[in-house]
């Protein structure tokens, strides 16, 4: 009779640490779960972070043949510094204005034959990829002012 209850007892036990196991694995297998999701994301965000790293700096393209600047995204790159001279140089003349410049004002600055309006065209391009990316801001008169 004693092996019985012997038995009885154990059996009752061990379905007591079969239970906390279950409960146990479960729990593991939630939280291995969970760190699979952690894992992606940390993936995705270095992967993100990487991509914006690169291109923060200048980096020369080929355009038709041409070795062609790449200008950076004022809230990717961290001063002007990032920005090739001449885009610096325009930079430069719009800050030092005291109101909104026309591009006519900033070629004259720079010694360009303002009275021949092809000769501002590139200047007038150069200006709107720095309003494009943030550096300038363009009013909707033509003219550009600095942003702050």
Not at 20 to 44: F, G, M, P
Not at 77 to 104: F, K, M, T
Not at 115 to 144: I, N
């Amino acid at each position: 009779m004693q092996e019985r209850q012997w038995i009885t007892d154990r059996r009752s036990e061990l379905d007591t640490l079969a239970e906390q196991l279950t409960k146990q694995l479960r729990e593991v297998q939630v939280e291995r779960d969970e760190l699979a999701i952690a894992e992606r994301v940390l993936n995705r965000l270095a992967e993100q972070v990487q991509a914006d790293a690169e291109a923060v700096v200048p980096a020369a393209a080929q355009v038709a043949g041409r070795a062609v600047l790449l200008i950076p995204h004022r809230s990717d790159a961290a001063d002007e510094a990032a920005l090739p001279g001449d885009y610096r140089r325009i930079l430069a003349i719009v800050r030092e204005a005291d109101g909104p410049v026309q591009v006519r004002a900033v070629g004259e600055r720079l010694g360009l034959n303002a009275s021949v309006r092809g000769k501002l065209e590139p200047l007038r391009a150069k200006m709107t990829k720095l309003a494009d990316r943030g550096w300038l801001h363009k009013r909707s008169d033509g003219r550009f002012t600095a942003r702050r």
